[in-house]
């Protein structure tokens, strides 16, 4: 069974891919995959992207293409979850696309024709993927996230919203969460991986670590994150997720 990795960013996807033994690589749609083995396991590290559209066409590419078993994306997002700090980890149990709305046709944030708004992450595969993140928080955490300010960083497990928006202002997480109060937080692909993961019936996972809280100082550090916490905690909970399956 192979799994398949996506990440938006190429920071969010290095440090991992630094650790695939390649046996080939190739490119589709301008996307280029690399197959071989992570930690005893056959898998696939695409880079997508920002955005649904983005998200929704490398799936679709994998899913249709290769005999993917499971598919994980992982990546980075805004905290808007009261106590959802920069720092922390979210696994997403359920997504959805804060900015689809077909009303007054169909239900505020249902995807037409489908009758879902909300999308259910495998159980299993995130339940993994908490225990391990709360194992690498525990034993080995990034050492910049001390450079952040952050000293007790948590691993949170609940509704992850989509958009094609970077959110970065008070005012429209405010609204996000007065519409939608279970959001922890706030990213560009993961409900579009979701729905692409549904129509073909397959597991998927949804790991961000938390760069920002959405807010006017979204942006800032935002390269830096990157590359010295999200790239490393990418690495640390997925590595630890396959030793432990
Ligand atoms: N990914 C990381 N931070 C984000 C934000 N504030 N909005 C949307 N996507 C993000």
Redesign the pocket.
Known sequence: MTLAIVSALPDELAALQARLDVDHTQTLAGRTLHRGRLAGHDAILVLCGVGKVAAATTTALLLDRFDVGELLFTG???GIGPGVAVGDVVVADTLLQHDMDASPLFPRWEVPLTGLSRFAADGALSARLARAAAQVLREAPPPALREFGVQAPRVHTGLVISGD????SHAEVDTLRAELPDALA???EGAAVAQVCHDFGRPFAVLRSI??R?DDA?HVDFPRFLRQVAAPYSRDIVLAALQAG
């Open positions: 980075v997002a805004g928006r970077f959110v970065s706030v990213e560009m760069s920002d959405a979204a």
